[in-house]
């Protein structure tokens, strides 16, 4: 029967033990030292029948409240400084009361008060610790009945002066430690954060490597491919020129062509995700983009009574981005949204302006009504070769090559969706003025090097030159990719960099 309340005690002392400090264990102690030291002295000590019946008594008060106090601290673990106060109230009535028992202003346990004042100057602090050793000037006259005739100012003025002396070092080492405590938390906490951002870039720098070596292997397979792919299409193209019409040769040559014409777009799609592309980047209208891509598509959604939706930000300024490959990127999402609607739907396309980071971002978003994407499968979707489309259908590379378009803009993406609801992919462009950019930049702020040609190499930042006034999004620890700033690197979060400092949250560079 005893067995479940200790498994439950057991259970409760488990999930409180990490809150137990120091003091509470030192408290504990200095109690059952005092209790101790209190009945080796009712031994021990000369003194009446009465004294000794009187102070036996006071010590089953102290055993009480200390035990309901402790009881209640085991309990109720959070309400650990209300409780502290209460037991300030009690071991001050204690003292006062042994102390006018024993002597009054004669009494040898005046230095109850000297451990009062000091643990509770220790526990609460400078100013408290003082106002403690206020209160216990005077409940030491009162334990004397304020007779002042059987005081001694001399003995008064230098214990009061000692429990001033003990109040004041003692609550301001206790600061100080408080301080330094908080310090050493703050700084663990920052650790923690910093050490995930790295584990963070570590795991994303492994998948840029794998990527890559997947690539350049990738590439030269495709290369060697499209080689004589290219002689085999145009073989089977010349051969059904000259078969008759309707002949069974003439069949086949036509399915020939058009498994060929199938892998040279897959090829196509494997060389652009694979290969270094060379982005011309010149500052463009992203509406135009948009409905150039929608035009491709007007016949495709008209046979599948898509009902097409835009909703486009006509005040949107121009950004820096490559007209070609944005198109593309563009071109993917709204292929991808087409196919997943073939019994009808809505597409939605929107651009808009949206603050992130504390950078400005113009946002273009294709939204479908389709039947969405499994949660599982959010975390993968930007793979490689990862498709849901049947075999032959797709190559599983549209939005990886969204994804890399995306991030040699230095933008961002992302997708919601739900399941018999639909999908949305937002495209997140940086966006800096050209105004904006007049002012001091990054480099010449933190003085890293990037300008200069040979460390423009060795760092390849995506700041220089374009971005050098929202770094942090393009190139630091808020970028969604690979941090490839120096300063960021070094700092491992770019809110303590001066410059961020100075220019987003200040506003004052």
Not at 88 to 109: E, K, N, P
Not at 489 to 505: H, P, T
Request: contains cysteine.
């Amino acid at each position: 029967m005893l067995q479940e309340p200790y498994k439950k005690l057991k259970i409760h002392w488990d999930k409180i033990k990490a809150d137990v400090e120091v003091t509470d264990i030192a408290y504990i102690v200095i109690r059952l030292i005092i209790l101790c030291g209190g009945i080796g002295w009712l031994i021990f000590s000369d003194i009446s029948q009465k004294t000794s019946a009187n102070v036996g008594n006071l010590f089953i008060y102290f055993v009480a409240y200390s035990f309901f106090l402790y009881i209640w601290l085991f309990f109720f673990p959070r309400k650990k400084q209300i409780i502290y106060i209460f037991s300030l109230f009690f071991d001050l009535s204690f003292t006062t009361i042994l102390v006018r028992i024993t002597g009054g202003f004669y009494s040898h346990f005046f230095n109850g008060f000297y451990l009062v004042t000091a643990l509770y100057s220790f526990k609460f602090g400078t100013v408290p610790g003082t106002a403690i050793a206020v209160i216990s000037t005077a409940l030491y006259l009162a334990s004397g009945s304020f007779d002042f005739n059987k005081l001694h100012w001399t003995n008064f003025s230098v214990r009061v002066a000692f429990l001033f002396l003990l109040a004041l070092p003692i609550g301001i080492l206790s600061q100080k430690l408080r301080s330094d405590k908080d310090k050493i938390e703050k700084l663990n906490k920052e650790l923690e954060i910093t050490i995930e951002n790295l584990r963070t870039v570590h795991r994303k720098l492994i998948r840029v490597e794998k990527l890559s070596a997947l690539g350049r292997m990738t590439a030269d397979v495709a290369h060697e491919i499209r080689n004589p792919l290219t002689s085999i299409g145009g073989f089977a193209r010349r051969l059904n020129n000259k078969l008759a019409p309707d002949s069974k040769e003439k069949e086949y040559a036509e399915i020939v062509i058009s498994e060929v014409n199938r892998l040279e777009r897959i090829l196509k799609d494997v060389l652009t995700f694979s290969r270094e592309s060379k982005y011309i980047m010149e500052y463009q209208e992203i509406n135009g983009i948009i409905k150039e891509s929608l035009q491709t598509f007007v016949d495709i959604c008209n046979e599948q009574k898509i009902q097409v939706e835009e909703k486009l930000d006509t005040s949107l300024p121009p950004i820096l981005i490559d007209r070609d490959q944005v198109r593309l990127a563009v071109n993917n999402l709204i292929s991808n949204a087409v196919g997943v609607m073939s019994g009808g739907g809505t597409l939605t396309v929107k651009t808009f302006m949206k603050n992130l980071n504390k950078t400005d971002y113009v946002v273009a978003e294709v939204a479908d009504t389709g039947p969405g994407i499994p949660d599982e499968a959010l975390d993968i979707i930007f793979e490689p070769f990862y498709t849901t489309k049947e075999i032959g259908a797709g190559t599983g590379l549209g939005l990886p090559i969204c994804k890399k378009i995306i991030d040699e803009h230095n933008g961002l993406i992302f997708v919601e969706s739900e399941l018999g609801k639909g999908t949305s992919f937002k495209l997140f462009f940086p966006y800096q003025s050209k105004e904006n950019g007049d002012k001091i930049k990054c480099w010449e702020f933190t003085k890293c090097g990037v300008e200069k040609a040979e460390g423009a190499m060795e760092l390849r930042c995506p700041a220089y030159p374009n971005y050098g006034r929202i770094c942090w999004s393009v190139a630091g620890t808020f970028c969604g990719k690979r941090v490839t700033g120096a300063i960021a690197q070094k700092l491992g979060d770019c809110r303590k960099c001066e410059f961020y400092q100075r220019v987003a949250i200040r506003r004052d560079l």
